[in-house]
């Protein structure tokens, strides 16, 4: 089975400034996916950005960029130039292609961004 | 862009009741996934269904039931709803790997 660690239950950061949030997971398999998905304060969840694990090349989406370090099994999400816009709970999520598409989530990191 | 809605935002019901929880999405997909949302926990996932009257059990299937009767429409049952089941549910389908969540019910039991 997989897991998916986040260490970090909350954070914040000044606006403008740089923030990363951590993931860990643990799984035998060698081809999977991983995500960050965002929850905004009463909105809906949406996809972050995500990253196939063939794929060496960290994805980066604007001011998203992931490090992911497959032998260590990280997986941290780094913010840009945070805008307030960002608060939100942040989930790390895993899983493997094909079948019925199954997720894991992480426990969440709440971000809290400070004008 | 993809839609999913589910029925209610907020609900409040007795200890007993029969609840029903409603979500339809409007893209023809396939997966669809309801999860439970608490503090400190995250996402857990209850049933899934990858195809109309198809289902499989999640992580926490116990206390409840599920129905997929149209592709577009997957419903969450709480057939004699506890206390313990107050908490935030999140429908998803899923597409190419990626997940489409509705937003949110968020469901109190008295």
């Known amino acids: 089975a997989q897991t998916v660690t986040q260490s970090q239950p909350e954070m914040s950061v000044q606006e403008a400034e740089t923030v990363t949030l951590s993931c860990t997971y643990d799984t035998s398999e060698n081809n999977y996916y991983l995500f960050w998905y965002k929850q905004p304060p009463s909105r809906q969840m949406i996809l972050v950005i995500r990253q196939e694990a063939y794929k060496q090349q960290n994805a980066t989406e604007n001011r998203f960029s992931v490090n992911f370090q497959k032998a260590a099994k990280s997986f941290s999400l780094k913010i840009s130039d945070s805008q307030l816009g960002d608060t939100a709970m942040y989930f790390c999520?895993?899983?493997?292609?094909?079948?019925?598409?199954?997720?894991?989530f992480g426990t969440g990191t709440k971000l809290q961004v400070i004008p | 862009d993809v839609k999913v809605t589910q029925s209610s935002r907020y609900l409040v019901k007795r200890t007993g009741e029969k609840v029903f929880l409603e979500c339809v999405q409007d893209m023809d997909h396939e997966n669809m996934f309801w999860y439970r949302q608490d503090p400190g926990l995250g996402l857990r996932l209850i049933y899934f269904s990858y195809d109309v009257k198809m289902k499989e059990k999640g992580d926490i299937p116990e206390g409840y039931s599920v129905s997929r009767e149209k592709k577009e429409r997957f419903s969450l049952i709480l057939e004699s709803a506890s206390t313990n089941q107050t908490s935030m549910y999140l429908c998803?389908?899923?597409?190419?790997?990626?997940?489409?969540f509705g937003p949110g019910t968020r469901l109190t039991v008295l």
């Open positions: 999520a895993f899983m493997i292609p094909g079948g019925y598409q199954k997720v894991t």
């Open positions: 998803a389908s899923s597409f190419r790997d990626s997940q489409y």
